[in-house]
């Protein structure tokens, strides 16, 4: 009963969670130009907004258009709930482990492809088709990093290496998470869609890569799709922050370790989300067909972790 | 699963009968089928039911043989009289074999019923009675492939087969792709029937038989080390080349896109397949799995062309010959299983080298299930349009749904995305080469480690791939007129998709109904039976050896997708009420309506990976412009054309087959057409035998 609670807590602390920390990128960003920015809450009355408004859609589109946004935010919500969030008492080991995790963020990205051609229209195939590029060369790169620290710790649920890694804190300096960090910092970047892989803030067609999939999309279903990206991006972050630097995460439900927990997740949130937030202002958007050559990068740093976890051990 | 067993065995006793008097039925329902087919040419329709109808009953009876075995556990034999040189026909079903068995009755029966609409796009040719006939003929001589107990039989089985799929891929005889693919297909399926021979006759001398079953005691007998070398080279391109492997697939593409969709759906999914039978038998029954090396070789062809062979198909917009080369890449991923096994068994790791071997064998079912069911679909496309080329397609799903529901379920499945079959087999491998690093040597961990990098690249590069084949098909507006007046496909060939993107959900949701026939054949070839492990944690779930390890459940998967789908669904409509829909037109940029000549095209889609890969494509760019004759600066027509080269052919075959030709002119000479220079060549090497050969 105690793993029910967990999980429908992990589920709703996802889904409310990852608006505000869309909105505190948005601010951090701002703040560090010299803008004041949009309130932290901005995204819930986007949200709101959203939801509460009618939608226009393509006499072209067919059912797949229709139904794209459920399944997205469906499938990033079921992913949520094998990532370690704030604690480690539901490993959920028969569900699913990182494999499960990167094809869930696929089966997503199938559907927002095929979403992004109905419609017939020129950007909606040109965002369909860079990102395709953009995850195929994403994805080895993720799994390979995350294989390696499974490695080490024996196990490839998330959930479990997270609390395998909270017991003994001095191996996330060793060499194979250092190098795995690097690797998996650019995962974060280029599959939440930031600069330099992708800009969110754009409606560019040289720019834009996951805006010109939404582009059609109005109403409840621009909404969900919105929503759907937040819930991608703090569960890459989770997966940051929990795996690289698993301080405080808690095991059973006591108050002082509840507490305590809340406490170190939300600061390491935010930590997290300054440096993606800077690493966005300090960079420039690349050009697209240099994208591969930082995922190469990532991969690189990836198959060094895993090399090195292999042949030196932990 | 028990309770099938008890029923089974119930059916059994009840019926009274043997499996072998059944597997003789099967035959017989199969020669019936052909000869009622041959028989009924006056009508295209009576012609092609009865075919279908005795392909049905004798898959059906097959199978039943096929899963009696698997639950029973004891095999069946069948000895026909002895009537040739080498041996007479003996047969024996054991696990390995009635698994295959088992494979070509799932994908045959959906792929009859489908035939029995396909096929009327042949009555009006001269030659449509073969259409039914061969199509038995070729079910048997597929059977008989995988149950042949001696070498006579194997090679009769295995040279019917080719010769009965190359008259399938020349029945369309009046285009001329189809009858040069037809050549290309014979020449290379001969070369390969070659090496197998040489494989079997070697292995009978050494046996001093020509039964399997004294092959078997091959691995107990020391084989020296340069014998041992030469029989795994022959097995490599003998079934090599029928299997696809690259570099011996260059047949692949172009056969399998000429012959008719049903008979694709048939060869991409089981008669690969065979090839695959054959090499897991030959290496693990016969030879006995010993050597690092030979398994490091399968694993690295393996990866290979499952890499090559997925990024081939990203550049195909043709339809059946983008599932060809997808075949390639499916087939690249069970020989990684077969690899990683054979690595595992040589290192005497005997349940690691069973998850390994059920990794890949599982990926053959599931191949079979959703290449046929994407086949089948094609062929529903083209039944309905007239055209495979995607560029002239799109829209389709208005005016055909079903067929693009099932090409949607066939496309998820072939990307291997959970819930679906595909997902099971991949995931079976990703932990087959993950759980292995404390057993093996330094050089297998790289091995090991770039082929896990690969195979993720390659699922990725797959999903990428049917994105494009499924949206750019069925999606959008359509492109040309044959698009634009699409109709639906008959009922028989909605329900033949229909079952099989059925299998696909079930075989993906439940795994375990595949994975314990596959845990007794892998109990069979390497000593552990490792069902418990896999599978006893949950109903729904499996693991490999260790729940601890890794663990997945697709049912749960699916369970979550759907319920976390219907909760927000109800959420918001309690809330903020139905979706208002207002339907216009696609935002056009003020530019007066979107036409499909402003979609996005296929080779358009395909394109940011064609620039990242171009070492590997080597594209060529070639760009024509018409200008009117008095005003050159503006142009008439222009053509774009971006093209991949085919490297093995250019690089590979063409000076093989240069090679080969100028030779063969040098040894024209010695046809000189003087009998007495022939009567001189056979005294010569008579003298030459005698003094030789003793």
């Known amino acids: 009963m105690e793993k029910v609670i967990l999980v429908i807590i992990q589920v709703l602390l996802i889904a409310g969670l990852s608006p505000l920390v869309n909105g505190l990128t948005k601010k951090f960003k701002s703040l560090m130009v010299g803008r004041r920015g949009p309130r932290i809450f901005q995204p819930y009355y986007n949200l709101g907004k959203l939801f509460r408004k009618d939608s226009v859609i393509s006499a072209h589109a067919s059912w797949i258009f229709r139904a794209a946004p459920w399944i997205v935010f469906a499938a990033t919500l079921s992913a949520g709930l094998l990532v370690p969030v704030w604690s480690v008492g539901t490993p959920l080991h028969f569900l699913g482990d990182v494999i499960v995790v990167a094809y869930l963020f696929g089966f997503a990205r199938f559907f927002m492809a095929c979403a992004g051609l109905d419609t017939a229209s020129a950007f909606g195939g040109m965002g369909s088709s860079r990102e395709m590029m953009v995850s195929a060369l994403i994805e080895p790169a993720f799994l390979i990093a995350m294989f390696s620290i499974g490695i080490q710790f024996g196990t490839m649920n998330l959930t479990a290496i997270a609390r395998e890694a909270s017991y003994s804190l001095y191996h996330i300096f060793s060499p194979a998470f250092v190098l795995a960090f690097a690797g998996y910092f650019i995962v974060l970047i280029a599959e939440s869609g930031r600069v330099p892989v992708d800009n969110p803030d754009t409606h560019l067609e040289l720019t834009m890569i996951h805006e010109a999939m939404v582009l059609d999309y109005s109403g409840k279903r621009l909404a969900l799709m919105e929503w759907g990206n937040y819930i991608k991006q703090f569960i890459l972050i989770c997966i940051a922050v929990n795996l690289f630097a698993p301080w405080g995460l808690c095991a059973e439900l006591t108050p002082v370790g509840v507490a305590a927990a809340a406490g170190l997740f939300a600061g390491k949130v935010v930590v997290c989300t300054f440096c993606v937030a800077a690493v966005e202002i300090l960079n420039a958007k690349i050009r697209l067909f240099r994208v591969p050559d930082l995922l190469m990068v990532s991969l690189s740093f990836s198959f060094l972790s895993f090399l090195y976890a292999i042949f030196a051990g932990k | ?694």
């Open chain 2, 1 to 694: 699963m028990y309770t099938i067993r008890l029923y089974l065995d119930e059916v059994k006793t009840k019926m009274n009968v043997d499996g072998s008097g059944l597997f003789v039925l099967s035959s017989v329902l199969f020669l019936t089928g052909c000869l009622a087919a041959l028989l009924a040419y006056r009508s295209g329709r009576l012609s092609n039911l009865c075919a279908m109808v005795c392909a049905l009953a004798g898959t059906g009876v097959a199978a039943v043989v096929a899963a009696s075995v698997l639950a029973v556990g004891d095999a069946v034999s069948l000895q026909l009289p002895a009537c040739l040189p080498l041996g007479g026909f003996t047969f024996r079903i054991d696990a390995l074999s009635a698994f295959f068995i088992l494979a070509i009755a799932v994908l045959a029966i959906p792929v009859s019923v489908y035939s029995i609409g396909y096929n009327r796009e042949y009555f009006d040719k001269p030659q449509f009675p073969l259409a039914g006939a061969l199509y038995n003929l070729f079910l048997l001589s597929m059977i008989m492939v995988v149950s042949a107990n001696d070498l006579l039989t194997f090679l009769i089985g295995w040279e019917l087969m080719s010769i009965v799929s190359y008259l399938l891929v020349v029945f369309e005889r009046d285009r001329k792709e189809s009858v040069n693919a037809g050549l290309l297909y014979i020449i290379m399926t001969h070369i390969g029937t070659a090496f197998i021979i040489v494989l079997f006759l070697l292995m009978a001398s050494r046996a001093d038989s020509v039964s399997f079953d004294l092959f078997r005691m091959i691995k107990t007998m020391g084989l020296p080390p340069g014998l041992r070398n030469a029989l795994f080279a022959c097995v490599l391109v003998g079934f090599g080349t029928k299997a696809g492997i690259i570099p011996l697939h260059i047949w692949l593409p172009q056969a399998h896109p000429a012959a008719p969709s049903n008979v694709s759906a048939l060869m991409s999914g089981v008669m690969v397949k065979t090839a695959i039978y054959g090499m897991v038998r030959v290496l693990y029954d016969f030879l006995g799995a010993t050597s690092n090396g030979w398994g490091a070789i399968v694993l690295a062809c393996g990866v290979l062309s499952a890499i090559l062979g997925v990024m081939y198909a990203l550049q195909d917009h043709d339809l059946k010959r983008l599932l060809a080369f997808s075949s390639i890449e499916n087939i690249g991923i069970i020989l990684m299983g077969v690899g990683v096994s054979l690595i595992f068994a040589a290192h005497g790791a005997a349940p690691l080298a069973a998850v390994a071997l059920i990794a890949g064998l599982c990926h053959v079912m599931n191949h079979a299930v959703f290449k046929g069911l994407l086949f089948m679909a094609t062929g529903s496309v083209m039944f309905g349009t007239h055209s495979k080329n995607m560029e002239k397609l799109g829209g389709l799903i208005k005016n055909m749904p079903q067929t693009a529901f099932f090409s949607l379920i066939g496309s998820l499945a072939i990307s291997a995305l959970p819930p679906f079959n595909g997902f099971v087999g991949e995931w079976l491998t990703f932990q087959s080469l993950l759980a292995g690093f404390g057993s093996v040597g330094i050089f297998i961990k790289i091995l090991f480690i770039v082929c896990t990098a690969l195979l993720a690249l390659t699922g990725s590069l797959a999903a990428a791939c049917f994105v494009k084949a499924f949206g750019i098909t069925f999606l959008g507006l359509p492109r040309s007129g044959h698009a634009e007046h699409a109709v639906e496909s008959p009922l028989a060939m909605r329900a033949g998709m229909g079952i099989l993107a059925a299998l696909c959900l079930l075989l993906g949701v439940m795994p375990a109904i595949i994975m314990k026939p596959l845990s007794g054949v892998a109990a069979a070839l390497c000593g552990v039976d490792v069902y418990e492990k896999l599978c006893g944690w949950g109903w729904l779930s499996v693991a490999p050896l260790d729940i601890r390890f890794s663990g997945a459940s697709p049912a749960w998967i699916l369970a979550l997708i759907g319920i976390f789908a219907a909760v927000i669904f109800l959420l918001i409509r309690l809330r903020f009420g139905r979706i208002k829909d207002v339907v216009s037109a696609t935002w056009d940029c003020g530019i007066p309506s979107v036409t499909p000549r402003m979609e996005y095209t296929a080779t358009a889609f395909s394109q940011p990976l064609k620039i990242v890969f171009k070492a590997i494509y080597r594209p060529v760019k070639n760009i024509e412009v018409l200008s009117h004759e008095t005003q050159p600066y503006f142009e008439k027509i222009s053509k774009y054309e971006h093209t991949v080269q085919p490297i093995f052919e250019r690089y590979l075959y063409r000076p093989i087959a240069r090679f080969v030709i100028s030779n063969s002119i040098k040894i024209i000479n010695l046809q000189a057409g003087s009998i007495h220079m022939y009567l001189a060549y056979i005294f010569v090497m008579l003298i030459g035998l005698l003094l030789f050969v003793r």
